[in-house]
């Protein structure tokens, strides 16, 4: 059989709720056969698979058509009455308007680019600091000791999380997102479903707390969810879940991003010695970051009506999957996709999404990439590998669980 016939025949197996071996360590060969012999994939399930860069981008564009409801498809899937499907059904993430928008405005808010441009000063601080550790030990898991523990100080601080409460967030937000995962175990579920009963539990004391001394709105983003805007308020339900949303958004995806940017630059070494050798680049790096090992690489979506993709028939009710890891290495888009360029230009990236829907804390994240990232290089350029990587193991968020390294 000729390596088109073995490629069409893996693209056509392919099933997201039982990926091949190999899947989740290097998920982008498949994706790369995928586009070429399947680009609109039918899974066993009935859902579609998406891997083009142009059709991500038309179904964000139409967010009348594809919904990010998600009631219908988490329902058989944690069950209607389970904390897991009150929170993601109570998101701001899989929500359509109009809840959708008012949530995101209170977001939005709190992030203006003068806001985000204040926090640079204390996130320089925390990163200096989580860096003079790492000098004085000689070696650094770079996500334990770095990566995660930044987004939880940057967010913590947008809601005004007691320093003292901070501890249990990272277990929380690994276990809630966890059963986002395509064919989560029941171990899985039973500890996401905890998790959230647990945060839930934490965060009645800590609105409470906020009602009766109110923070400033313009940048606790807490009390912005509390007072709400123009008379108009969250009920209590709504606006527990969203403060779970937003520590565990600006957790996970950030702790990736910087993550595997720093793997992936022990992997390119010229780009690492081109990067040393031009600082500045550290803007147009971060999204080729983003593009090259993109830390979500999963998004969904649900058709509301009879439309076509790519001469397939969807039906209203079909779910669709938009694989931004695949999108984000098309050869149509990206010139030789599989390299690591950090000064690629232009970079139409899909990691924040797009649309009504594009990521709120997008200018956050870049801004927290670029200060760990920039600084951890100039304090260690020649940090190494101190031990093999630990993969995240999952499909849905690309990250590492550890990555040991020598720093002098």
Excluded at 1 to 23: I, K, T, V, Y
Excluded at 33 to 42: C, I, K, M
Excluded at 299 to 323: F, W, Y
């Amino acid at each position: 059989m000729s390596d088109e016939q073995d490629g069409a025949r893996a693209a056509g197996q392919f099933d997201l709720r039982s990926p091949p071996p190999g899947f989740l360590d290097d998920p982008y060969p498949l994706y790369h056969l995928l586009r070429s012999h399947d680009p609109v994939r039918r899974m066993p399930d009935g859902s579609l698979f998406l891997t083009r860069h142009a059709d991500l981008v038309r179904v964000y564009r139409d967010a009348g058509t594809f919904s990010s409801d998600k009631r219908a498809e988490f329902a058989p899937k944690f069950g209607s009455g389970t904390p897991l499907f009150a929170h993601h059904t109570g998101s701001l993430v899989f929500n359509d308007p109009p809840l959708h928008t008012r949530v995101r405005r209170l977001i939005v808010g709190a992030l203006t680019v003068r806001a985000i441009a204040a926090m640079e000063p204390a996130l320089t601080a925390l990163v200096d600091g989580l860096l003079d550790a790492a000098e004085s030990r000689g070696q650094i898991d770079a996500i334990e000791d770095f990566a995660a523990a930044i987004p939880v100080e940057v967010i913590g601080n947008l809601l005004d999380v007691p320093h003292a409460d901070r501890a249990p967030l990272r277990g929380w937000s690994l276990a809630i997102l966890g059963a986002l995962e395509p064919n989560p175990t029941a171990a899985q579920l039973a500890e996401g479903n905890r998790a959230v009963d647990d945060f839930v539990a934490y965060l009645r004391v800590l609105v409470a707390d906020r009602r009766r001394s109110p923070g400033d709105p313009a940048k606790d983003v807490l009390t912005r969810l509390i007072q709400g805007e123009d008379g108009d308020r969250l009920d209590e339900a709504v606006l527990l879940q969203n403060c779970i949303f937003i520590l565990n958004a600006g957790h996970e995806t950030t702790t990736n991003l910087i993550g595997n940017a720093l793997e992936a630059l022990l992997r390119f070494p010229a780009e690492r010695a081109r990067l040393l050798a031009e600082p500045d680049l550290i803007r147009s790096a971060v999204e080729e970051f983003l593009r090259f090992e993109s830390s979500n690489q999963l998004g969904n979506r649900m058709a509301t009506a009879q439309i076509e993709i790519g001469g397939v028939a969807v039906a209203p009710g079909t779910p669709v999957t938009l694989c931004i890891g695949a999108a984000n290495r098309d050869p149509a888009v990206f010139a030789d996709p599989d390299r690591l360029d950090l000064g690629r230009e232009p970079n139409r990236h899909l990691a924040f999404g797009l649309g009504v829907h594009q990521c709120a804390g997008l200018t956050l994240a870049r801004l927290e990439a670029r200060v760990a990232i920039g600084r951890f290089m100039a304090r260690f350029p020649r940090y190494e590998a101190a031990g093999p990587p630990v993969r995240g193991g999952r499909a849905r968020f690309r990250g590492f669980l550890s990555l040991p390294m020598r720093v002098t």
